[in-house]
């Protein structure tokens, strides 16, 4: 199952590569993704199976066409955005506030500035989402919990320039920083900007008659 979304200013597609590691999976996974920001992304994986990740609203559904099975994914943290995964991450503090979070702490030190956003929800488990800028550019995201665990980290590299936007296309996640971690490193090729996504593509719709299974995520 591919572990991605995203919170970005601009309309992307492209190729991706993401090799998984943990203790009870090791993995690679390969397609292409398609992204309307701030509320639409569609995966379309081509590699080891056929299978489609997207989302409506704050929901993610997974379909597998050739065994005809649906998916609709709950997060443990349902009640904010899960940015420490962002594929392309172009922020603005609108765009994080319009997701719930709001600008608690700002810090500057040696040319790093770090930023804390914080769920309006009271309910979230979640305290910050915290997010590091180095050379202007984000270096890391971090997912922190209510008692101070670092439970997602995404860290960016290999900037390029598409469309005037500086694109990370190196991305590697961390998940469980402080029991059994899994690791997916992100590589992403032929990236281009495009006015609209096709209607295929941004209208996506798992056929009616297939049951839709929950998945904890």
């Known amino acids: 199952m591919l572990n991605l979304s995203f919170v970005v200013i601009a309309t992307f597609t492209g190729l991706f590569t993401q090799i998984n590691v943990s203790k009870i999976q090791n993995d690679t996974v390969k397609g292409r993704f398609y992204m309307n ?4 992304y569609l995966m379309h994986v081509n590699y080891p199976v056929d299978q489609v990740l997207f989302n409506r609203g704050d929901t993610t559904f997974i379909y597998y066409p050739e065994t005809r099975e649906g998916f609709k994914l709950i997060s443990n943290y349902s009640n904010s955005p899960e940015v420490s995964k962002s594929l392309i991450p172009v922020f603005k ?3 994080l506030t319009k997701l719930g979070m709001i600008l608690v702490k700002s810090d500057y030190k040696n040319g790093v500035l770090t930023k804390y956003y914080s769920p309006t929800d009271s309910k979230s488990k979640l305290k910050f989402i915290k997010i590091v800028y180095k ?4 270096n890391r995201i971090e ?3 209510r008692d101070n665990n670092v439970v997602k980290r995404s860290v960016y590299g290999n900037y390029k320039r598409v469309n005037n936007r500086n694109i990370p ?3 590697k996640n961390y998940s469980r920083i402080n029991k059994d971690s ?3 490193q992100i590589d992403y090729d032929s990236v281009i900007y495009r006015e609209k996504l096709p209607d295929s593509i941004e209208n996506y719709k798992i056929p009616p008659e297939i049951k839709l299974k ?3 995520w």
């Open 214 to 216: 929950e998945m904890k």
């Open 93 to 95: 503090d609108e765009y």
């Open 169 to 171: 296309m190196r991305i």
């Open 37 to 40: 920001p701030p509320s639409y």
């Open 135 to 138: 050379n202007h550019l984000i």
């Open 182 to 184: 899994a690791v997916s």
């Open 143 to 145: 997912v922190i919990d």
